[in-house]
């Protein structure tokens, strides 16, 4: 498990998912204004996600460079995110 942390709704953090094979999953805490705001976990293959997302970057199987327009993006279509293989939680996690 990893997180990333922001202070503020603006974000200067941001993070590379980085698939290795000794690990059997890849969890995201987002923490926003010291609150946790979402949970993810990816699949072994992060190429469908990074196409949902747009991305250009190099070496998409393994690599996600994860930044708050993708948070946005997976928050406002979660059904689209879990239906590659993703696990997405929001809070309230208890509902």
């Known amino acids: 498990m990893r ?9 200067v953090n941001e993070h590379l998912v980085h698939l290795i094979s ?3 999953q890849y969890a995201l805490v987002i ?13 072994k293959n992060l190429e469908p996600v990074c196409a949902a997302l747009g991305k250009r970057h190099p070496r998409q199987a393994e690599q996600l460079q994860f930044t ?13 995110f879990r239906a590659l293989d993703m696990r997405v939680w929001l809070p309230p996690f208890l509902a």
Do not use: H
């Not at 997180?3 to 974000?11: E, F, K, R």
């Not at 327009?69 to 689209?80: F, G, M, T, V, Y």
């Open 3 to 11: 997180y990333l942390a922001n202070t503020g709704p603006a974000w």
């Open 22 to 24: 000794e690990v059997d």
């Open 31 to 43: 923490i926003v204004k010291f609150e946790i705001a979402g949970v993810v976990v990816f699949p």
């Open 68 to 80: 708050r327009a993708n948070w946005l993006a997976i928050q406002n279509d979660i059904d689209r």
